[in-house]
């Protein structure tokens, strides 16, 4: 079996402030890793994703993810957050040779100007 | 591709009506799955299928919930009777295996049973 677990319900921040939004994961098998992020009204697109090779993966908007085996861990990173950046994020996994993904609840990120 | 297709985007009915959410995924995309999202329960998936055969309907809350996949390029959600507590955002998304696993949804259909 496997789970992603969100730590945080809800993160709020001012802007240009660094963020981290904490995900971690179970799994037996290897795994493939991603964040998404959903804006009001809208339907989950992809940030970033970890397949395989460097564990710091960047993706769209200035975000980065860090993969730590050790840890099992996939924290999400921004620099300086924007108001736009305010919006719904789900980290998710993938293991083995299955297609079928585990999300977790999600962690609402809200940016305060 | 213009993505992940859903109609309609908004459905207004009243209880004890047929709801049919329609899909269409992304061509050459070969699982196709359904979700539910309510702020209670969060994302859950209803159901999935893989080249049009439905593989793992575990998630389908009840009976009343039935999903087809006529064909590669098109599916529908069907809630027949509808009640007020099927009131949700339900979305389709697609994968390809030939891709790197990740999920592409649609923009959704908001729900709302009176």
């Known amino acids: 079996a496997q789970s992603v677990t969100q730590l945080d319900s809800q993160v709020p921040v001012f802007e240009e402030a660094p963020v981290e939004l904490r995900c971690n994961y179970s799994s037996s098998v290897s795994v493939y ?8 009204n809208q339907g989950l697109q992809l940030l970033l994703k970890y397949l395989s090779g460097s564990t710091l993966v960047k993706g769209i908007n200035g ?3 860090e993969f730590n085996k050790s840890q099992t861990s996939f924290h999400l990173r921004k620099p300086s957050v924007h108001i736009s950046d305010t919006a719904e994020y789900f980290c998710s996994l993938t293991g083995g040779g299955s297609y079928i993904p585990t999300f977790g609840r ?5 940016v305060h100007p | 591709d213009a993505g992940v297709i ?11 009506q047929e709801v049919t959410l329609r899909c269409k995924p992304i061509s050459g995309h070969d ?22 055969v439905p593989i793992d309907d575990s ?3 009840e009976d009343r919930f039935s999903a087809k996949m006529p064909n590669a390029s098109f599916s529908t959600l069907k809630i027949q009777p509808s009640e007020p507590r099927d009131s949700a955002v339900y979305f389709c998304a697609s994968t390809s295996t ?6 592409y949804f649609g923009p959704g259909t908001r729900l709302t049973v009176t």
């Open chain 1, 33 to 40: 890793l991603f964040w998404y992020v959903q804006y009001p």
């Open chain 1, 63 to 65: 975000f980065e993810a």
């Open chain 1, 106 to 110: 999600g962690t609402s990120l809200i």
């Open chain 2, 6 to 16: 859903q109609s309609p985007r908004h459905e207004v009915t009243e209880m004890g």
């Open chain 2, 31 to 52: 699982y196709l799955f359904w979700y539910r999202q309510t702020m209670m329960r969060g994302l859950e998936l209803l159901i999935y299928f893989n080249n049009n």
């Open chain 2, 59 to 61: 998630g389908m809350p």
């Open chain 2, 98 to 103: 030939s891709g790197s696993r990740e999920q």
